[in-house]
Nanobody
Framework: QVQLQESGGGSVQSGGSLRLSCAAS????????MGWFRQAPGKEREAVAV???????SYADPVKGRFTISQDNAKNTVYLQMNSLKLEDTAMYYC????????????????WGQGTQVTSPH
């Protein structure tokens, strides 16, 4: 049974930083694609960053240069380091996993965590 458990969300002032973690069980990080998505109220879920192996990271334009996705295979965990947070980064953040190559389409992902809330007010 695959389980993805996010943690690390919270409220931080604009310009601040947070690091999200996604611990996977029943699924091997580093052999499959892991992604971070987010969904703000009234908006569609959107991709933030994806990773298959180190060096293959890819980022959505709104977060390039501010967010970093990484993985620790020994801990079977994926991270999302978020710096220079903005009001528009406020959303529920989800960890997701899919077999084979990465995708920016949420419907391609088979497994999802419950989400962790990130709030960055003015």
């Amino acid at each position: 049974q695959v389980q993805l458990q996010e943690s690390g969300g919270g409220s931080v002032q604009s310009g601040g930083s947070l690091r999200l973690s996604c611990a996977a069980s029943g699924y091997t990080v580093g052999r499959n694609c892991m992604g971070w998505f987010r969904q703000a109220p009234g908006k569609e879920r959107e991709a933030v960053a994806v990773i298959l192996t180190p060096g293959s990271e890819s980022y959505a334009d709104p977060v390039k240069g501010r967010f970093t996705i990484s993985q620790d295979n020994a801990k079977n965990t994926v991270y999302l380091q978020m710096n220079s947070l903005k009001l528009e980064d406020t959303a529920m953040y989800y960890c997701a996993a899919k077999d084979d190559r990465c995708s920016y389409r949420s419907r391609d992902y088979e497994y999802w965590g419950q989400g962790t809330q990130v709030t960055s007010p003015h």
